[in-house]
Structure formats: C-alpha cells, structure tokens
C-alpha cells in the first residue's frame, strides 16, 4: 500500500506561491483538505497541492 505525500505549509506555499496565512485560511474555510499531525500541526497532501495547481 502506497501512502501519500504529505507537505507541510512551508512546502504548500513555495509551491504555490502564496502567503502562509492562505492554506490556513482555506483550511478553516473547507476550501481544501487538511491532516494534523499528532502535534496538531497541518499537513497537506500533494493531491490537494496538484489540485490547486489546476
């Protein structure tokens, strides 16, 4: 079984050009999918990255 890629916000951003605060705020708003770590720190799948990329 193949387990996706997970980024961290750092990694969302530089891919997608965007300000920290934006993943966070899409988060909140359902905009896109999020997974927390144990530490509660979000991670967001490369297929969401890809998606957003359009």
């Known amino acids: ?3 996706e890629r997970l ?3 750092s990694e969302t951003c530089e891919r ?3 300000h920290p605060n934006t993943p966070r705020k899409w988060d909140k708003q359902g ?3 999020v ?3 144990v530490g509660g720190r979000r991670r967001i799948p ?3 990255v890809e ?3 359009g």
């Open 46 to 48: 490369e297929s969401e």
């Open 31 to 33: 905009k896109i999918r």
């Open 16 to 18: 997608l050009g965007i």
């Open 35 to 37: 997974v927390r770590t």
């Open 1 to 3: 079984m193949m387990t």
């Open 51 to 53: 998606r957003l990329m």
């Open 7 to 9: 980024l961290t916000l």
